[in-house]
T-cell receptor, first 112, second 116 residues
Framework: DSGVTQTPKHLITATGQRVTLRCSPR?????VYWYQQSLDQGLQFLIQ???????AKGNILERFSAQQFPDLHSELNLSSLELGDSALYFC???????????FGPGTRLTVL | GENVEQHPSTLSVQEGDSAVIKCTYS??????FPWYKQELGKGPQLIID?????GEKKDQRIAVTLNKTAKHFSLHITETQPEDSAVYFC???????????????FGRGTQLTVWP
C-alpha cells in the first residue's frame, strides 16, 4: 500500500457525461500528479499540482481539468466524455518535485 | 520533450534465472530514473531508482545501472521468482530544484513472466 488513495475504483458512464475522480496524497506529500494509462498511449502525464498550485501540464485535453484543495487532496474532472477517454487514471504524490512519486491504485473509467 | 524507449516488450524466464530490461532516453538533462512494477489491477509500485550521479544501485535481488554517456539504463533481477511476474516500467525525468518539471516520462513497459 503506497498510502495514496483514489476513489472511485471503477466508474462506468456514457458518452457526453462528466465525472470527477478523487485523489488523497500520502500524508506530508505536497505534490500531486495525474497520469492516464491506456493500451494505445501507455502511461501519459496529464497535470501536476504543488501545494495547491498548478506546476506543469502534459497532454491534457481541454475537456479535462483538475485542482488541488487546501487539504491537498486533488480532483480530476473529465467532461463531454468520449469512448476514447476509457482508461486507467492514476494519481501519484511526492514530497516535492525532487523526490520519488508513489502511485495510487487507480480509477478505471469505462465510457459506453 | 523526453522520449523513453524500453526493450523487450515481453520477457519469459525460468525461475532462478536472471532478467534484464533495457531503456534509453533522449534528453541529456534527465537526472532521475525510477523503475516501477505493476501487477494486474494495481497501480505502479516504485521498486528502485537511480540518480545521474550514481552508476549502479542494488537492493537485494534488484539492481539498476546507468550509462549517462550512452543515455541508457537497465534493470537487472537475479534469482527470479514467480512473484516477480508483472509489467515493469522504466521512466525518466528532471528533478532540479527550481524546475517546473518532475513529471515522469515512461517507457511502454515489459511484461515479465517467470515460469516455475
Amino acid at each position: 500500500d503506497s498510502g495514496v488513495t483514489q476513489t472511485p475504483k471503477h466508474l462506468i458512464t456514457a458518452t457526453g457525461q462528466r465525472v470527477t475522480l478523487r485523489c488523497s496524497p500520502r500524508s506530508g506529500d505536497l505534490s500531486v500528479y495525474w497520469y492516464q494509462q491506456s493500451l494505445d498511449q501507455g502511461l501519459q502525464f496529464l497535470i501536476q499540482y504543488y501545494n495547491g498550485e498548478e506546476r506543469a501540464k502534459g497532454n491534457i485535453l481541454e475537456r479535462f481539468s483538475a485542482q488541488q484543495f487546501p487539504d491537498l487532496h486533488s480532483e480530476l474532472n473529465l467532461s463531454s466524455l468520449e469512448l476514447g477517454d476509457s482508461a486507467l487514471y492514476f494519481c501519484a504524490s511526492s514530497v516535492d518535485v525532487l523526490n520519488e512519486q508513489f502511485f495510487g491504485p487507480g480509477t478505471r473509467l469505462t465510457v459506453l | 520533450g523526453e522520449n523513453v524507449e524500453q526493450h523487450p516488450s515481453t520477457l519469459s524466464v525460468q525461475e532462478g534465472d536472471s532478467a534484464v530490461i533495457k531503456c534509453t532516453y533522449s534528453d541529456s538533462a534527465s537526472n532521475y530514473f525510477p523503475w516501477y512494477k505493476q501487477e494486474l489491477g494495481k497501480g505502479p509500485q516504485l521498486i528502485i531508482d537511480i540518480r545521474s550521479n550514481v552508476g549502479e544501485k542494488k537492493d537485494q535481488r534488484i539492481a539498476v545501472t546507468l550509462n549517462k554517456t550512452a543515455k541508457h539504463f537497465s534493470l537487472h533481477i537475479t534469482e527470479t521468482q514467480p512473484e516477480d511476474s508483472a509489467v515493469y516500467f522504466c521512466a525518466a525525468t528532471q528533478t532540479d530544484r527550481g524546475s517546473t518539471l518532475g513529471r515522469l516520462y515512461f517507457g511502454r513497459g515489459t511484461q515479465l513472466t517467470v515460469w516455475p
